[in-house]
């Protein structure tokens, strides 16, 4: 159980394009969600934390009108990529978690691999 | 902010050697310790997890163990196969359920035949 998906997997833009990437918690309620991005041999940086139903809360340099976070239903968030650059190209990656969730443990999604031209 | 660190960026091993990647954090708020392993263009996978009233948690070839005293985690894996081969991160968090995890900069493990 516990499965998150990310679609598209992977993705290529032109530059000034804007670009969605939703994630699903497929069989749990996914009251938080949390986007992270990975450029390439670095670690993962969070970038917002989502509550169903509320506005996200974004980390400190995270661009909030340039990354804008949906987290409209318990099952669905989605991350547009506004007017994309070649410097956005990057793994976005998606977790979720459920209240009551005894535990720390992030369910991940497969990530999306965002290529700009 | 608070970070999570790792001692070496890559380790090379044997295949069934046993290996162990370190990480150290720097949060002693933090109470709640994951390991995940990441395979190139995949998402993170749950290896194990440790809360910060325990000091040792074995699961299946892996242990990990935690000495808070130095803000120190370690991840063993036992007789370490090709399969094996990925990027480790650990990961914590800080406070309370329901908030993020903070990840380290991760260690590649190579493990040859």
């Known amino acids: 159980g516990a499965v998150v998906s990310q679609h598209p997997s992977r993705v290529i833009c032109k530059s000034g394009t804007s670009v969605k990437i939703e994630c699903r918690s497929l069989?749990?309620?996914?009251?938080?969600m949390f986007w992270y991005r990975q450029f390439p041999k670095q670690s993962l940086m969070l970038m917002a934390t989502?509550?169903?139903?509320?506005?996200?809360?974004?980390e400190q340099g995270v661009e909030k009108d340039k990354f804008l976070i949906n987290h409209a239903s318990l099952t669905l968030s989605t991350l547009t990529v506004t007017s994309a650059h070649p410097e956005d190209s990057s793994f976005y990656i998606c977790?979720?978690?459920?209240?009551?969730?005894?535990?720390?443990?992030?369910?991940f999604g497969e990530g999306s691999r965002l290529t700009v031209l | 902010g608070e970070s999570v660190g790792l001692h070496l960026p890559t380790l090379s091993v044997q295949e069934g050697d046993n290996s162990i990647i370190n990480c150290a954090y720097s949060n002693s708020a933090s109470d709640y310790f994951i390991w995940y392993k990441q395979e190139s263009g995949k998402g993170p996978q749950f290896i194990i997890d440790?809360?910060?009233?325990?000091d040792k948690r074995q699961g299946q070839r892996v242990t990990v163990l935690l000495n808070k005293t130095v803000k120190h985690l370690s991840l063993q894996i036992a007789a370490t196969q090709p399969g094996d081969s990925a990027v480790y991160f650990c990961?914590?968090?800080?406070?309370?359920?329901?908030?993020?995890?903070?990840f380290g900069k991760g260690t590649t493990l190579s493990v040859s035949s």
């Open positions: 990961a914590e968090r800080v406070n309370q359920a329901g908030t993020a995890l903070i």
């Open positions: 977790s979720a978690t459920y209240r009551g969730r005894d535990t720390g443990e992030l369910f």
């Open positions: 069989d749990f309620q996914a009251t938080t």
């Open positions: 989502s509550n169903e139903g509320s506005k996200a809360t974004y």
């Open positions: 440790i809360r910060s009233n325990m």
